[in-house]
């Protein structure tokens, strides 16, 4: 029998409706909060579409082997079958530990099909996310006068954080890296171009403000102290 029959036998139709349904996608993947403390609660936002049917559920999960791609280690975190409040899952942060992790959503759609999985990395920070944009004051003790001091906590772990810093009116940038004592104590080594140095201070419990005092080395050998203090954008 050949395939030019199989139409009478009805099969067709059927074999073209399975091959012509359209994959669902998810078409965004959000946590809020992200960072998140490592006692807090979270939760994965997901919005997906199915051009020729619905989106049936989302299944979420976690990068469980940290390669930063979907497969079959990843182990599962929940699904949401129910659209009525959108696609989210709720979760709480200790189940995935200290750290940045990679999570994925996917859409499975009416007929079956799967969506592509989307990432999202979601940081898990030992106190008070500080992962943000800061800006406010730094002044210097000699008569050089004030700056605008701009920095961006890019990391933060158990302890650590990482980041850069930008003097605006001098043109410098330095990155930097910080340790995190106890009472919200922190302190930093920095190095930019031609200087580098160290800060300490003290964190806000809310992690909204950063001040301390700094002692800045030059290649020339000059040397200055000075104070500052950010708050988060
Ligand atoms: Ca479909
Ligand atoms: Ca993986």
């Known amino acids: 029998m050949g395939m030019e029959s199989r139409g009478a ?3 067709e139709p059927l ?3 399975l091959l012509l349904n359209a994959g669902p996608r998810v078409t965004a993947l959000v946590a809020t909060p ?3 403390a490592r006692t807090g609660a979270f ?3 997901a919005a997906a579409s199915d051009v020729d049917g619905s989106v049936a559920r989302v299944e979420f999960f976690h990068d469980a082997n ?3 791609r979907f497969d079959k280690a990843d182990r599962s975190l929940g699904v949401d079958a129910n659209p009525r409040k959108g696609w989210r899952l709720a979760m709480s942060a200790s189940s995935l530990g200290l750290g940045t992790h990679t999570c994925f959503a996917r859409a499975i759609d009416n007929q079956g099909a799967s969506s592509r999985a989307v990432a999202l990395r979601v940081i898990v920070g030992s106190k008070t996310g500080l992962v943000g944009s800061y800006a406010g004051t730094i002044e210097f003790n000699d008569d050089q006068g004030e700056d605008l001091l701009r920095i961006q906590i890019t990391q933060q772990g ?3 954080f990482l980041g850069t810093f930008h003097q605006v009116a001098l043109g410098e ?7 995190i004592g106890k009472r919200n104590r922190f302190t930093l080594t920095y190095a930019g171009s031609g200087f580098s140095g160290k800060a300490q201070g003290t964190i806000s419990p809310d992690g909204r403000t950063l001040t301390g005092t700094f002692r800045t080395k030059q290649a020339d050998g000059r040397e200055f102290t000075g104070t500052f203090s ?3 954008l």
């Open 173 to 179: 940038s330095a990155s930097f890296q910080g340790t």
């Open 43 to 45: 939760t994965l936002a």
């Open 230 to 232: 950010v708050n988060r």
């Open 15 to 17: 074999e073209s409706r």
């Open 9 to 11: 036998c009805g099969l």
């Open 66 to 68: 940290a390669n930063g």
């Open 34 to 36: 992200n960072p998140v």
């Open 158 to 160: 158990k302890g650590f």
